[in-house]
Nanobody
């Protein structure tokens, strides 16, 4: 599976951005997809995950209620809709695919459990 994230940019606090993760590979629809973010000097931080059916989702507390993850398996795409952005959301955002499917929260939010990664897309939120 190859992943490509896009949609980042520079916005003001309170604005919205829509990140997309486009995938190639015929098994994409069977993978759990996660979004992570990273700022310089810090570890990658879990943001959200979605099961291969799209029926199950999981969010970090810091984004719950503001971000929404969704997927369209027919288009091999996962979208992260980010609303009410805050300066602390500034980071490089990555999408990743997990072969072993949906799991407990302590597994889903562990970047070491993901098998394929896309290149990141920069999100900058100004105050």
């Amino acid at each position: 599976v190859q992943l490509q994230a896009s949609g980042g940019g520079l916005v003001q606090a309170g604005a919205s951005l829509r990140l997309s993760c486009a995938a190639s590979g015929r098994t994409f629809s069977r993978h759990t997809i996660g979004w992570f973010r990273q700022t310089p000097g810090k570890d990658r931080e879990f943001v959200a995950a979605i099961s291969w059916t799209g029926y199950s989702t999981y969010y970090a507390d810091s984004v719950k209620g503001r971000f929404t993850i969704s997927r369209d398996n027919a288009k091999n795409t996962v979208v992260l809709q980010m609303n009410s952005l805050k300066p602390e959301d500034t980071a490089v955002y990555y999408c990743a695919a997990k072969l072993s499917g949906w799991d407990s929260k302590d597994i889903l939010d562990n970047d070491r459990e993901y098998d394929f990664w896309g290149q990141g897309t920069q999100v900058t939120v100004s105050s």
